[in-house]
């Protein structure tokens, strides 16, 4: 039996349930998501594609359109068979998490409910099976859909391919509402790039089969504000697309941005005290004195503020030329920088110092025989928070929050403003260090590997300065000296006469 599609039956329904959640302590739907919700339901098309800032909303607001729709939507299935609602997802834990909001909700509903695996049955007359499935085609077929939700759509990535596979996806996902006419999809995500399908289907717009929203973090969730996003978020490139929903262009020129004119010290930093820990960070390079590539370093503090604070301070950088055999380019760091930079040091057998991985287990052991003690930094993974584009990304908000600070160095400046960010269909960033005659910026990849150990450090404090004794100051401690000295003298000759003369003060 065909379901009679009633949308302003359903969207009632939906406010009461709202209402029951709230009395619960659950927030409010928002008013941009209830005219969003409206507008859709009400306009008869079958997808829905959401373009909206970070914590705006888009999870909470989607169950509740969801477990509405189990409830009280216009669908029907025969019998022996069970109605699918999927959510689609990079990958289950993200999906999880809306089963996890699904259940909350059915429990302050009291609908009856079966919770098993990736699954929650709904019981009663209306068979509902929420389930969650990963972002591939396998995951997506061989069930009934009476609605259907992608989230996150613009950040997918095949584990296969590394490319965002959500064309396909949604192209395989589709014929499972084919029987169901009023059954909808809802893409929805938080912008990325300008290249994927997500993006695609909402630049093309409102038309016959579609229609599309566009909102800011602050817009769809008002208990969050623009000034507090941009607080959570000084980095202006980053800031429009995540909070503010615009995307950005698939290769940045110049990743750094307003970061490396934030950062740069306008004042020599004062004297290197005794006391401050200093950090030495390199980027090894051994292939001889024709090839492009250099052998980078730097020198690097973190150091405590009056206000508390910290600041992380690029003391010394630079980048040579491998014109050295790997253990003599291991001396010049020991000589040239540790020694340099410390020269009160000089004594200790070993200094310490941080390399990437590239040519850093190679040399270790020449390091050692050199003075140095290399602790070789893996950082290639780019989703692990240790990894090279996390620390690219932890050290350009250090710079724009003016947590770090780098030397008016032209050679440095100029390296940093050549570094480009280029995003994949798949939603992953990639940061590319262009290759020149002059190097492949080596003083860069040092300074981020550097500074973003530095970061995690505690800061440290220069020792007390030993005070400056005046001339009465040394006079009045040599007559003590003496006295003292004329004292001891009395006590070896005669005890029991310094004694009687001690206790009858003479």
Known sequence: MKAKHDPSGFLARLAVMDRALVA??????????RAQ????????????????????????????????????GSWSVPPGDTAVIPFVSIDRGEASARLHTIKEILNVLGVAFDARGEEIAMS??????????TCS?????????????????????????AANPAREVMGSLRPTMATQPHAFEVCS???????????????????????????ATWEANPTLSEETTRALEPDQRVWLREYAAIPGGTVTESWFGSAVDAAIEKEPPPPLARGIRVLYAIDPAFDGESSPDRFGWACLTSEARNDNGRITRVRGIGAWKPDRTP????????????????PDQK????????????????????????????????????ANDNGRTARFKSVRTAMLNGDLTIPND?????????????????????????????GHCDRVASLVLGASIALSWSPSTAEPAKPVLTREDRWRLAAIREIGEKRRREWQRSPVAAMRKAVNGR
């Open 124 to 133: 009663g007359d209306r068979r509902v099976l929420f389930r969650v499935a």
């Open 37 to 72: 919700i409206e507008r859709f339901f009400r306009s008869g098309r079958r997808r829905w594609v959401l373009r909206v800032g970070r914590r705006g909303g888009k999870s909470s607001t989607l169950c509740r359109v969801a477990v509405a729709w189990a409830l009280w």
């Open 410 to 438: 032209p050679d440095l400046i100029r390296e940093l403003r050549s570094v480009r960010g280029v995003l994949a269909p798949s939603g992953v960033e990639r940061i590319e260090l262009p290759r020149t005659a002059s």
């Open 347 to 382: 004594g200790r057998e070993l200094a310490h110092v941080y390399s990437d991985q590239y040519e850093g287990h190679s040399w270790t052991e020449l390091a050692r025989q050199a003075g140095l003690i290399v602790e070789v930094v893996p950082w290639t993974g780019a």
């Open 327 to 342: 253990f003599e380019m291991a001396r010049r760091v020991r000589s040239e920088v540790c020694d340099t930079f410390e």
């Open 189 to 215: 995500s938080s912008p990325w790039s300008e290249e994927d399908y997500h993006h695609e289907l909402f630049t093309a717009g409102d038309g016959e089969h579609q229609v599309t929203a566009h909102a």
């Open 137 to 161: 085609v396998s995951g997506t077929v061989g069930f009934t859909s009476v609605a259907c939700f992608a989230d996150e759509m613009a950040r997918w990535e095949s584990r296969d391919t």
């Open 24 to 33: 619960a302590g659950w927030p409010p739907t928002s008013p941009w998501w």
